[in-house]
């Protein structure tokens, strides 16, 4: 594809409820890493991968946040139980010669 | 720690003026340095980068950056600016260690007609 891509767009959560948001890379990028923004923010990074294995997960801010990429590809980001501090745009990004690339994110909202 | 900071929260400029944006690093050594730039509801794109060579570096939409060793600074130009470019302005810093990179707070640029 011409650029990363995440799905979906904008996601609405209930307290407690586990979501999923995705990541499609572009292709041939070994490295993805996703990010949290909170409003008014700079992206915060959460975790990082080359290809399908997590090199740092250092940023991920407890143990309901997970991230895997099974193929090296296409990757997802996990929340369980959702918090209304979960509420943030989730920025993925792909990498190639030490640049990042970003997707347009997706604004997840817990009610 | 690396860090990297940008003092200005908002910065407000007329349209057709100059505009210059202020990003600070703090690196062992000489970083790698990014400016992205996101408008409301996108996500962050590249406006340009340093690595090494020339340290004045161009980019797109007419931006260029210039790397000071001297003052830790990696400040953005532009010199006139378009109602366009009212956006959030990132500035970001990595290592040649790994892809990783740090970002600014970032800046809010507004344009007065």
């Known amino acids: 594809g011409a650029g990363v891509s995440q799905s979906p767009r904008y996601k609405v959560a209930k307290r407690g409820q586990d979501v999923a948001l995705r990541c499609d890379p572009i292709s041939g990028h070994v490295s993805l890493f996703w990010y949290q923004q909170a409003l008014g923010q700079g992206p915060e990074f959460l975790t990082y991968?080359?290809?399908?294995?997590?090199?740092?997960k250092s940023g991920l801010p407890s143990d309901r946040f997970f991230a895997e990429r099974p193929e090296g590809s296409v990757s997802t980001l996990k929340i369980q139980r959702t918090q209304q501090e979960d509420s943030a745009v989730y920025l993925c990004?792909?990498?190639?010669?030490?640049?990042?690339?970003f997707g347009p994110g997706t604004r997840l909202t817990v009610l | 720690a690396q860090s990297v900071t940008q003092p200005d929260i908002h910065i407000t400029v007329s349209e057709g003026a100059s505009l210059e944006l202020r990003c600070n690093y703090s690196y062992g050594a000489t970083p790698y340095l990014f400016w992205y730039v996101q408008s409301p509801g996108q996500g962050l794109q590249l406006l340009l980068k340093?690595?090494?060579?020339?340290?004045l570096v161009q980019g797109i939409k007419g931006f260029e950056a210039e790397f000071k060793r001297s003052q830790s600074s990696f400040n953005l130009r532009k010199p006139s600016v378009h109602w366009s470019d009212a956006a959030e302005y990132f500035c970001a810093g990595g290592t040649n260690r790994d892809d990783k990179i740090i970002f600014g707070k970032g800046t809010r640029l507004h344009i007065l007609p």
């Open positions: 991968f080359q290809n399908e294995a997590q090199l740092d």
């Open positions: 340093y690595f090494s060579g020339d340290t």
């Open positions: 990004a792909s990498s190639l010669s030490n640049t990042q690339y």
